[in-house]
């Protein structure tokens, strides 16, 4: 398994989190994930979960004009996203203390170090 299926299921709350930073479009996100080793395989990648985000009404999107004369759609987090946003991230660290204090309590011997406790 590589680390793209496992952060599949993460990746809307990723991407929630960015543009909890301010208004983005696709490529831009797409660059900020893979600054973090993030990578989706292809640059469509991103798209379908964009797409997903504004379907739930949790950002909201707009065209603006570029330099070069095409239309960019921005996507901005809501008030809506936002809430999800922080949902998920408590999940995410709940999730994340159950299997650490599970792998803790199993895993024996030299074979597992931990970076914090």
Known sequence: ???TSLIKGHLEMC??????NGKSYGYEIMKELEKYNLKLKGVGSIYPI???LKDNEWV???????????????????KQGEIILQKKINEWLEIQN???????NNVKGERMR???N
Request: aromatic letters at 12%; zero cysteines; charged letters at 30%.
């Open 1 to 3: 398994m590589d680390k």
């Open 15 to 20: 991407v929630l989190g960015i543009l909890s």
């Open 50 to 52: 964009l797409t997903k």
């Open 60 to 78: 909201n999107t707009y065209r603006e004009l570029t330099e070069s004369g095409k239309f960019r759609v921005y996507y901005e987090i809501n």
């Open 98 to 104: 159950d299997i650490k204090s599970l792998l803790k």
């Open 114 to 116: 931990w970076e914090s």
